[in-house]
């Protein structure tokens, strides 16, 4: 059974950082596009970014340059680098893999590309 478990989160102010970590287990991790998205209040859940299978990486335009997605295979764990952090990136963050059928690409513009989700972690980002 697939399982994510999201973690890292918590409240900063404008212009700090944070790494968000995601555990993954239950599937061959390291051969599956992971991705991160996140839902701020009253509003829909958008992709942040993505990660393919062969290392390639895909951002929102709105984090390009501040946010920087990773993996580390050996403890099937993905990462999500947040610099510069603005309170419009205030918000639930989730950390998914995709579907089996979709497992070498995915695209975070694309929610349906994945099939397994995590629990959230809050991020709150004052000014």
């Known amino acids: 059974q697939v399982q994510l478990v999201e973690s890292g989160g918590g409240s900063v102010q404008a212009g700090g950082s944070l790494r968000l970590s995601c555990a993954a287990s239950?599937?061959?991790?390291?051969?599956?596009?992971m991705g991160w998205f996140r839902q701020a209040p009253g509003k829909k859940r958008e992709g942040v970014a993505n990660?393919?299978?062969?290392?390639?990486?895909s951002y929102a335009d709105s984090v390009k340059g501040r946010f920087t997605i990773s993996r580390d295979n050996a403890k099937n764990t993905l990462y999500l680098q947040m610099n510069s952090l603005k309170p419009e990136d205030t918000a639930m963050y989730y950390c998914?893999?995709?579907?089996?059928?979709?497992?070498?690409?995915?695209?975070?513009?694309?929610?349906?590309?994945?099939?397994?989700w995590g629990q959230g972690t809050q991020v709150t980002v004052s000014s």
């Open positions: 998914a893999a995709a579907w089996p059928f979709r497992r070498y690409s995915c695209t975070h513009r694309r929610e349906g590309d994945f099939g397994y």
């Open positions: 239950g599937y061959t991790y390291s051969s599956y596009c």
């Open positions: 990660m393919n299978s062969d290392g390639s990486t």
